[in-house]
């Protein structure tokens, strides 16, 4: 090709340039193909960034709607629980409000049960004085009843006395009468007696 070159000499400037033309183009042609599969590389890329980009969407998506309901479950567990909270205040508020109800009670029925027990003590110590003047009463009464027993026998006694004297006064006025009725005709009619 050398000895060709040189022969041709005028034509040696656009034999080069033609010969380079083949190689130009199958070297635009390496280059096409190289940059097509570049391209194609390229373009795969693209598209797999595309549909990691969707699936990073689909997955961004997925998140916040578990995380919204995350938050709405929260956010009804915090309202539940803040309710909780108040219903459990107003109970505590109910119990302790009764409690103090019951203390003032307890209280109450301390005063009472002291005020008893006084008023216990004074009718016990009042019984027992009772009983005791009972006690002294009733001897006294059965002193006076036994007395009385000896008064009543005694009267009986005496009654029996009485009507035995009145018995011989009653005898000895009829002897009496019967003397004095029998000196009466024994003596002279102009006699007093």
């Given at each position: 090709?050398?000895?060709i070159i040189l022969l041709t000499s005028p034509l040696q400037p656009t034999n080069r340039k033609t010969h380079l033309f083949p190689q130009a183009y199958n070297d635009l042609g390496g280059e096409k193909a190289a940059l097509s599969k570049e391209l194609i590389k390229s373009e795969?890329?693209?598209l797999n960034i595309a549909k990691n980009l969707v699936d990073l969407r689909i997955e961004n998506n997925k998140v916040t709607e578990q995380a919204e309901e995350k938050t709405h479950e929260q956010m009804n567990k915090a309202l539940s629980l803040e309710n909780d909270t108040l219903e459990l205040q107003m109970r505590n508020e109910k119990i302790?409000?009764?409690y103090a109800e019951l203390k003032e009670k307890c209280e109450q029925?301390?005063?009472d049960r002291r005020e008893l027990q006084d008023e216990y003590v004074a009718l016990k110590t009042n019984f027992l004085s009772t009983n005791r003047d009972y006690d002294k009463e009733r001897a006294r009464g059965e002193e006076l009843g036994l007395e009385l027993l000896n008064v009543v026998n005694a009267r009986v006694v005496l009654q029996k006395e009485k009507d035995m004297y009145?018995?011989?006064v009653e005898k000895?006025?009829?002897k009496l009468d019967g003397k004095?009725?029998?000196a009466a005709f024994a003596a002279p009619r102009g006699a007093v007696l």
């Open positions: 090709m050398n000895a795969e890329e693209r302790e409000k009764q029925l301390e005063l009145e018995t011989e000895l006025r009829a004095s009725t029998e």
